[in-house]
């Protein structure tokens, strides 16, 4: 099995976005295609192959068919989908991650045999307004029982990566952080 501290989202690769890879330390690539849009498989096959090339653990976003297909090393399941994979149907060493915005949500992905957890958001991003945001405190109040390996998801930059030291979780994960030109090395927590 193996490790990340990153999670990192795309629908396609660039020259940015894969300088900006290079230059992190335990980052799992989860391709999830754009809105309203179906899969691309020129594009999986062009990511899963620098995946393999760079060592990098890669993930479909809620297409476990797709993930086979593909030969994932797992499957991102966002907190609308509410299918079940049978455990007969999981490969070795296939991870299962699962985002959630709530305690409700969170019981149904510990029954989808999610291992890791992506809690949002956690903090300020135009997808959510002020009001929805967790912050820290609700944050951590929030995850307070889980079982389960934590991920911050939502709002994740630089500046405020340092502030996840105050919380339980074991990794991050960002959409829109690796297309900034200006990356420099990430700080580990």
Same mark, same amino acid.
């Given at each position: 099995?193996?490790?990340?501290?990153?999670?990192?989202?795309?629908?396609?690769? %660039?020259?940015?976005?894969?300088?900006?890879?290079?230059?992190?330390?335990?980052?799992? /690539?989860?391709?999830? =295609?754009?809105?309203? @849009?179906?899969?691309?498989?020129?594009?999986?096959?062009?990511?899963?192959?620098?995946?393999?090339?760079?060592?990098? =653990?890669?993930?479909?976003?809620?297409?476990?068919?797709?993930?086979?297909? *593909?030969?994932? !090393? +797992?499957?991102?399941?966002?907190?609308?989908?509410?299918?079940?994979?049978?455990?007969?149907?999981?490969?070795?060493?296939?991870?299962?991650?699962?985002?959630?915005?709530?305690?409700?949500? *969170?019981?149904?992905?510990?029954?989808? !045999?999610?291992?890791?957890?992506?809690?949002? =958001?956690?903090? *300020?991003?135009?997808?959510?307004?002020?009001? &929805?945001?967790?912050?820290? !405190?609700?944050? %951590?109040? /929030?995850?307070?029982?889980?079982?389960? &390996?934590?991920?911050?998801? +939502?709002?994740?930059?630089? !500046?405020?990566?340092?502030? @996840?030291?105050?919380? &339980?979780?074991?990794?991050?994960?960002?959409?829109?952080?690796?297309?900034? =030109?200006?990356? &420099?090395?990430?700080?580990?927590?």
């Amino acid at each position: 099995m193996y490790k990340n501290n990153f999670y990192f989202f795309l629908n396609t690769l %660039n020259e940015i976005i894969i300088k900006n890879i290079i230059k992190f330390k335990n980052i799992c /690539i989860i391709y999830r =295609p754009k809105k309203g @849009l179906g899969a691309d498989f020129k594009e999986i096959e062009k990511i899963r192959n620098f995946c393999k090339k760079n060592q990098l =653990p890669f993930c479909i976003a809620d297409n476990y068919q797709l993930a086979l297909k *593909y030969n994932a !090393n +797992g499957i991102f399941i966002s907190s609308s989908n509410r299918n079940f994979i049978r455990p007969i149907q999981i490969k070795n060493n296939f991870k299962i991650i699962g985002a959630v915005h709530n305690s409700f949500e *969170y019981t149904i992905k510990i029954q989808q !045999n999610c291992k890791e957890i992506m809690l949002s =958001p956690m903090f *300020y991003n135009k997808k959510y307004s002020t009001n &929805k945001i967790l912050g820290l !405190n609700k944050f %951590n109040l /929030i995850s307070m029982n889980w079982k389960t &390996k934590l991920c911050a998801l +939502g709002g994740i930059n630089l !500046n405020n990566l340092k502030k @996840l030291k105050m919380s &339980k979780v074991t990794s991050a994960a960002f959409i829109s952080l690796m297309e900034n =030109p200006k990356i &420099k090395k990430p700080v580990y927590f």
